[in-house]
């Protein structure tokens, strides 16, 4: 892709469609940095995410989550995998928006549920129930973005090709 496209790229999107193995190939396939801001998160927590959850809460996490957010997207030439309910906080979609072109990637529900494990701390309690309404709930945030790729039966190669190829069109006024 030309030299012209300098914003970021940042994936969102419900768990388990891929958004971090997506992200690692499309940078890898760019040039550019990976930044997964769950890998952040847990790094700067010193906890993992189901840690961060037991301990602390979901708010605190949202508010690493917030911060973290912050920090990595006013980079440039990044390709950041951000966590499934980051979009929804409204400051979070602003500074995604400002700062990069958001590619939510989407997936069938079943295979949610067969690529997804049992630590999610959102989903526990019921897997396949939870993962319908929390999709449901989420729907118009992940909307928000400037392009929807579905994942369903795609390797992350495929998907980051298509990623790229839209992002190309784009670039070429032709979307
Ligand atoms: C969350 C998704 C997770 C992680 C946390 C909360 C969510 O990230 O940020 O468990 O609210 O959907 P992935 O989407 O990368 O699994």
């Known amino acids: 892709m030309s030299s012209k496209f300098s914003k970021?790229?940042?994936?969102?999107?419900?768990?388990?469609?891929g958004k971090s193995s997506t992200g690692k190939v499309l940078a890898s396939k760019m040039g550019w940095e990976f930044i997964d801001t769950d890998q952040r998160i847990?790094?700067?927590a010193g906890l993992s995410i189901p840690e961060i959850f037991d301990k602390f809460g979901e708010t605190y996490f949202r508010e690493i989550e917030k911060k973290v957010i912050k920090e990595v997207a006013s980079g440039s030439h990044l390709v950041i995998a951000?966590?499934?309910g980051a979009i929804i906080?409204?400051?979070?979609?602003?500074?995604?928006?400002?700062?990069?072109?958001i590619i939510c990637l989407t997936a069938e529900e079943d295979e949610i549920a067969k690529r997804v494990?049992?630590?999610?701390?959102?989903?526990?309690?019921g897997r396949s129930g939870r993962i319908r309404a929390?999709?449901?709930?989420?729907d118009t945030y992940y909307r928000r973005a400037d392009f929807t790729v579905?994942?369903?039966g795609k390797s992350p190669y495929?998907?980051?090709e298509e990623i790229i190829d839209l992002l190309s069109l784009r670039e070429d006024g032709k979307i």
């Open 89 to 101: 906080d409204i400051e979070n979609y602003e500074i995604m928006k400002r700062n990069g072109i």
């Open 134 to 138: 929390l999709m449901r709930e989420r």
């Open 150 to 152: 579905d994942t369903t």
């Open 117 to 125: 494990d049992d630590s999610r701390p959102l989903l526990k309690g």
């Open 158 to 160: 495929v998907v980051a």
């Open 42 to 44: 847990v790094e700067q």
């Open 8 to 17: 970021n790229i940042i994936l969102t999107g419900f768990m388990g469609t």
């Open 82 to 84: 951000t966590g499934g």
